[in-house]
């Protein structure tokens, strides 16, 4: 059996067995029929104002950036103490450290792996009087640490033979990446799949596999799902949820909400005859939109999503 295919068992069987998160089944039709249209509108490249992007002039350096981006692609849960309640989190970090990769550069493998946290504090602009921002800034060192001494061990500092290793697989691609601590997400492994996704987004390669990702497990999507009706929490789960109470990473009620929302997404898929990864970004960008960001998401401290 493939790894994703291993995913998409294990999320089923968590939804199955659910107790806190219930996947509205009767509501998959008419919601796909309603996502369609926005398939085609859809962007399927990274956004270049928050994205280092240069494929054809800076390969290495656009492969440095979605390597190191997504080594931090994190820290939802910190999120509202750091960047506010409705602002982007991610969009604060990415265009950071696009803005430094078009300023100085790719950041070398080497200084990566000596990364502290007063350089993911002065990278990202958090304030280091901020308790949230330094615990967070933290685990970002830890990540960068991590990325740059495995390009270094393995790679020999060169982050596009990381990607090239893959043979054009993102399947391969997971499997490598979960090889670091921060990166193994079992089951769902985000950060590992949503890579393979945004190398492929930044025309660094075409993964012959890649339509068989699954959606990406974090706080976003089910938190888009249960707005439109597909998902539907438990009163004691939702209610926690709405008052920004910390739901504990790895807690039952974490793992089925990161489930049921990928289960959806590919029953969504199914509908429509699209790849999970697909839908995925269409459920991404409909959460950037106000009425999604002015409702809070599950909140969880985890170096996952």
């Given at each position: 059996m493939s790894f994703f295919n291993i995913v998409r068992g294990a999320c089923a069987r968590i939804v199955r067995d659910s107790r806190h998160v219930r996947v509205e089944a009767d509501r998959i039709e008419a919601y796909a029929q309603a996502l369609a249209p926005a398939l085609a509108a859809t962007p399927l490249a990274l956004d270049p104002a928050l994205h280092y992007v240069e494929p054809e002039t800076d390969p290495e350096g656009t492969a440095a950036f979605v390597l190191t981006l997504d080594s931090v692609n994190f820290g939802s849960g910190w999120f509202p103490d750091i960047v506010g309640p409705t602002a982007s989190g991610y969009g604060a970090i990415a265009g950071r450290l696009a803005r430094h990769f078009r300023e100085h550069g790719a950041i070398p493998a080497d200084r990566l792996a000596g990364a502290t946290p007063q350089d993911a504090l002065d990278l990202f602009g958090f304030d280091p009087a901020n308790p949230a921002a330094v615990e967070l800034a933290e685990l970002y060192a830890q990540a960068l640490s991590?990325?740059?001494?495995?390009?270094?061990?393995?790679?020999?500092?060169?982050?596009?033979?990381?990607?090239?290793?893959?043979?054009?697989?993102?399947?391969?691609?997971?499997?490598?990446?979960?090889?670091?601590?921060?990166?193994?997400?079992?089951?769902?492994?985000?950060?590992?799949?949503?890579?393979?996704?945004?190398?492929?987004?930044?025309?660094?390669?075409?993964?012959?596999?890649?339509?068989?990702?699954?959606?990406?497990?974090?706080?976003?999507?089910?938190?888009?799902?249960?707005?439109?009706?597909?998902?539907?929490?438990?009163?004691?789960?939702?209610?926690?949820?709405?008052r920004g109470d910390v739901i504990e990473s790895g807690s039952r009620e974490e793992t089925e909400l990161r489930a049921a929302a990928v289960h959806a997404v590919e029953l969504l898929a199914a509908a429509l005859n699209t790849p999970a990864v697909l839908i995925d970004r269409v459920l991404w960008h409909r959460g950037q939109q106000p009425e999604y960001r002015a409702k809070p998401r599950h909140r969880t401290k985890t170096a996952y999503y």
């Open positions: 991590d990325l740059g001494g495995f390009v270094l061990d393995n790679h020999d500092g060169r982050f596009l033979d990381l990607v090239n290793a893959a043979d054009g697989s993102a399947e391969r691609l997971t499997t490598i990446l979960w090889r670091m601590p921060l990166f193994e997400d079992s089951p769902f492994y985000k950060r590992a799949q949503i890579t393979a996704a945004d190398l492929a987004l930044a025309g660094i390669t075409a993964f012959t596999d890649l339509g068989r990702l699954t959606a990406f497990a974090d706080n976003l999507l089910p938190h888009v799902l249960r707005h439109d009706g597909v998902l539907t929490y438990d009163p004691e789960l939702a209610g926690r949820i709405d």
